[in-house]
C-alpha cells in the first residue's frame, strides 16, 4: 500500500515548541508555570461540566486535580521566594 502522507522532516521533529531566555528570573518562571496550570485546570473543569458521565471522565477528573495541586505547589514556592506567608 502507498504511503498518501509523506514524512515530515526531520528538523520539525528536533525542534522545541517554544523555548525559554535564559535570563528568566525563577519567581517569574513559576508565576508563568502558575498561570499555565491555572488555564489547564480551567480548561478541563468546563470540558468536564459540559461531558458529565461520558467514558473518560476519570482520567480528566484526574488531570483536573494533579493540575490544581501542581499550582497549590508552584503558588507555595513563589510565595516563599517572596517572603510572603501562605
Do not use: W
Request: glycine fraction near 4%; proline fraction near 9%.
Amino acid at each position: 500500500m502507498k504511503k498518501i502522507v509523506p514524512d515530515p522532516p526531520l528538523s520539525l521533529l528536533s525542534s522545541p515548541y517554544f523555548s525559554i531566555h535564559s535570563d528568566l528570573i525563577p519567581p517569574d518562571s513559576l508565576a508563568f508555570a502558575s498561570e499555565l496550570l491555572r488555564g489547564i485546570h480551567e480548561t478541563t473543569d468546563e470540558f468536564c461540566r459540559a461531558h458529565a458521565n461520558e467514558p473518560g471522565q476519570g482520567m480528566l477528573v484526574n488531570v483536573l486535580l494533579s493540575a490544581e495541586m501542581a499550582r497549590a505547589l508552584v503558588e507555595h514556592a513563589l510565595s516563599k521566594l517572596q517572603g510572603v506567608k501562605p
